[in-house]
């Protein structure tokens, strides 16, 4: 099916299949005249591509991962360690925010003790 039949089918933005076909993680999927059939399977793909987009990952890796991913060229080894360094990176982003919470809520409570200063 086409990108718009797939969005629509799929309830998957437009936008977000373009930026992902236009960062080229779908090329191994790619039809000889250029264009990309979007399969059922290729959703699948999307899926965790989704998934490890809001994890924080970086395109040209994700690209890698995904290529390899699609081709079958990848071991369950490799799958994990690729996973779990993801999971890493977003334990450490939230780890970050928490701090950065529990130093405003600190500010709040300061505030809110002496009505006057921070």
Do not use: W
């Not at 437009?14 to 264009?35: A, M, S, V």
């Not at 490799?78 to 919470?101: C, G, T």
């Amino acid at each position: 099916m086409t990108i718009e039949q797939a969005s629509e089918h799929f309830g998957v933005p437009l936008e977000k299949l373009q930026t992902y076909e236009n960062q080229g993680l779908f090329d191994c999927n790619r039809q000889p005249d250029g264009t990309i059939d979007y399969s059922e399977e290729l959703m699948e793909y999307v899926g965790i591509i989704n998934i490890l987009t809001d994890a924080g990952a970086e395109a040209d890796a994700l690209r890698d991962f995904m290529g390899q991913l699609m081709e079958s060229t990848i071991t369950k080894g490799e799958k994990l360690r690729y996973l779990r360094r993801q999971r890493q990176k977003l334990l450490e982003s939230i780890h970050l925010k928490q701090k950065s919470l529990d130093q405003l809520d600190y500010i709040i409570h300061r505030v809110t003790k002496t009505s006057d200063s921070v």
